[in-house]
């Protein structure tokens, strides 16, 4: 056996949700091992990839790759070899019918990818300080990773003048530091005391959002439309198979973000199909009536050769036994998924009811 304990606390630095659990670590070791042999390339792939977001983006494969070891596939195969240039990140085989299986995690929404080396960078660099305080933090989304330096260039050479609160109020105020580059409000910041004298400055409350606005930020759904968009029209070069009664082409789609934990698949199906609208008319008797109807914003619609999304929430960690996951099926392909067996037994169909009403035979 290998022993890969050393390359997951490297990897996976900053999850310390993982790092700090033994019998976490004792697990993914576990499962790198079992894999290995059938699956090398996969697990080279996580071994090899030292930035932590990255790396827990292997992480979900390997947890895709483990729910497709306990499903009735057959022939599972990873990165296979195809006629396109891009191979799909998965094929397999049930009762017949090909998959061609496009793994991805949803990053930057609204920076992440960036927001998060920001903080890293602030633990790695202001533990150092004399100053025992807590820095705490509202981040732009528009923060670019050349601000970090310019950041804590201007921390450094005003820490001076910084003065801390006793307690943090539970948001960033109008009257706390604003850090601008070139005009543009990038990071708004305040200090509290320790409790404990020791460490040096550490990383308290973190928001994200416009730095100028100070209230909560709202969720834009447009955002969330795009990023999926973008993963749609990239997956769809894997697929070098069309859809039909024998091919199935699938996208499986984990939100890196936090804020996407506890989304409901109505929010999903908005996305995907277009948002729910409610249709007011009035029949041949002049009676009002209302049907509902999707509006004309769904990108589903637009990817003939993608069978359907699957779409699993981001409080779903590779520990997990059991799939769990929603496919939103493309309208365009119904006749096919009607045939399709199912890839994962304890996933569920998410299925619009003018589907029931006007074609029938989706369970």
């Known amino acids: 056996m290998t022993n890969y304990n050393e390359?997951?606390?490297s990897n996976l630095s900053c999850f310390l949700g993982i790092t700090q659990h033994p019998e976490l670590i004792s697990a993914l070791d576990?499962?790198?091992?079992?894999?290995?042999?059938?699956?090398?390339?996969?697990v080279r792939n996580f071994c090899s990839q030292t930035d932590p977001d990255r790396a827990y983006d292997f992480l979900f494969e390997i947890w895709v790759c483990k729910m497709l070891r306990n499903s009735a596939a057959g022939n599972i195969s990873y990165e296979p070899r195809t006629i396109s240039n891009k191979p799909p990140d998965f094929r397999c085989v049930i009762n017949g019918v090909?998959?061609?299986?496009?793994?991805k995690r949803m990053h930057n929404i609204l920076n992440e990818i960036v927001k998060k080396r920001f903080q890293r960078e602030c633990r790695k660099r202001l533990q150092k300080h004399s100053k025992t305080w807590f820095i705490n933090l509202k981040i732009s989304d528009e923060l670019e990773p050349y601000h970090?330096?310019?950041?804590?260039?201007?921390?450094?050479?005003?820490?001076?003048?910084?003065?801390?609160?006793?307690?943090?109020?539970?948001?960033i105020?109008?009257?706390?530091y604003m850090w601008q580059f070139k005009g543009k409000k990038l990071v708004g910041f305040s200090f509290t005391e320790k409790n404990r004298k020791t460490g040096g400055i550490s990383i308290g409350v973190v928001y994200s959002g416009?730095?100028?606005?100070?209230?909560?930020?709202?969720?834009?759904?447009?955002?969330y439309r795009k990023s999926i968009n973008r993963i749609l029209k990239k997956s769809k070069t894997t697929f070098s198979e069309t859809v039909s009664d024998k091919q199935s082409n699938i996208v499986i789609?984990?939100?890196?973000?936090?804020?996407?934990?506890?989304?409901?698949?109505?929010?999903?199906?908005?996305?995907?199909?277009?948002?729910?609208?409610?249709?007011?008319?009035?029949?041949?008797?002049?009676?009002?009536?209302?049907?509902n109807i999707r509006g004309r914003n769904g990108i589903l619609k637009n990817y003939h050769n993608i069978t359907g999304v699957i779409f699993v929430k981001s409080n779903v960690s590779f520990m997990s036994e059991k799939f769990t996951g929603s496919y939103f099926l493309n309208e365009l392909h119904l006749k096919e998924i009607c045939i399709h067996p199912?890839?994962?037994?304890e996933m569920s169909y998410y299925v619009l009811h003018e589907w029931v009403s006007n074609k029938g035979g989706i369970d």
């Open 7 to 9: 390359i997951i606390k």
């Open 30 to 42: 576990k499962d790198l091992n079992m894999l290995e042999k059938d699956f090398s390339l996969l």
């Open 98 to 103: 090909q998959f061609d299986i496009q793994v």
């Open 148 to 171: 970090i330096n310019e950041f804590f260039r201007y921390i450094k050479q005003n820490l001076s003048s910084f003065k801390s609160k006793p307690v943090f109020k539970g948001k």
């Open 173 to 176: 105020e109008e009257n706390d």
């Open 210 to 223: 416009n730095p100028g606005e100070f209230g909560l930020q709202r969720l834009d759904l447009e955002l």
């Open 253 to 291: 789609i984990q939100p890196a973000s936090e804020l996407w934990g506890l989304t409901s698949s109505d929010v999903m199906a908005d996305i995907l199909y277009g948002d729910d609208q409610t249709l007011v008319y009035s029949d041949s008797k002049g009676n009002e009536c209302l049907k």
């Open 342 to 345: 199912k890839i994962f037994e």
